[in-house]
């Protein structure tokens, strides 16, 4: 089944403690995108890779970091969580570009304490 | 960078009644323009999407939407609401040269039995 899978779904920690959630797709996908939503704000593009080793900011990269080494796997990396970090996260990957149908994952909802 | 506004962040419509939501954009050029559906606890999923072919576009569902350069909008519409069409609905746009991606904050509609 073609999908984007994030892990974990839900997790909770605490400031400061470093976290990776991870997002694989098996689609072949070259885009992949990572985006938060929080309550009235929408989503928001964090960083996007345009193929392996491409990588670029988005609207919101503070406190993010991101890597692409393979075309399937797009970590979202935190080095050091806040709690304005607190959000609902999701990854999302498309054929070529934000400009073909992006497929999204089911979400990754993380709250720092 | 690009900016989109959803005119509502909630709307309520009876069931068989016109859904219309708003969505303007901010370019002086026409960007690639998308629409997207939430359903409850899930990812996004496409609507319909426009990229400068026919200014009518027909997605899934029964939802269209008409581009209008003049108004710089792209507001969406179904003739008649079904209780499914119940979710949050994102307008999104895409520069044409650009490889970001911008959401508006969204719309959540509600249809009344």
């Known amino acids: 089944e073609a999908q984007v899978t994030q892990n974990p779904r839900y997790l909770i920690t605490v400031t400061g403690k470093k976290l990776t959630v991870t997002c694989s797709q098996n689609?072949?996908?070259?885009?992949m995108s990572w985006y938060r939503q929080d309550p009235g704000l929408g989503l928001r593009q964090i960083y996007y890779?345009?193929?392996?080793?491409?990588?670029d900011k988005g609207d919101v990269p503070e406190g993010y970091k991101v890597s692409r080494k393979e075309k399937r796997n797009f970590p979202l990396i935190l080095e050091s969580p806040s709690p304005n970090q607190t959000s609902l996260y999701f990854c999302?990957?498309?054929?070529?570009?934000?400009?073909?149908?992006?497929?999204f994952g089911p979400g990754t909802r993380l709250t720092v304490l | 960078a690009q900016s989109v506004t959803q005119l509502g962040s909630h709307v309520s419509v009876s069931e068989g009644a016109l859904v219309l939501l708003r969505c303007n954009y901010s370019?002086?050029?026409?960007?690639?323009l998308f629409w997207y559906v939430q359903y409850p606890n899930q990812g996004l999923q496409l609507l319909l999407k426009?990229?400068?072919?026919?200014?009518l576009v027909k997605g899934i569902n029964g939802f269209e939407a008409e581009f209008k350069k003049s108004e710089t909008s792209f507001h969406l519409t179904k003739p008649s609401a079904h209780m499914s069409d119940a979710a949050e609905y994102f307008c999104?746009?895409?520069?044409?040269?650009?490889?970001?991606?911008?959401f508006g904050t969204g719309t959540s509609l509600t249809v009344i039995p």
């Open positions: 426009y990229t400068s072919a026919a200014t």
């Open positions: 890779s345009m193929n392996v080793e491409v990588t």
């Open positions: 370019s002086s050029v026409p960007p690639y």
């Open positions: 999104a746009v895409s520069e044409r040269n650009g490889n970001q991606f911008y």
């Open positions: 689609m072949n996908h070259e885009y």
């Open positions: 999302a990957s498309s054929l070529y570009g934000p400009t073909n149908e992006q497929f």
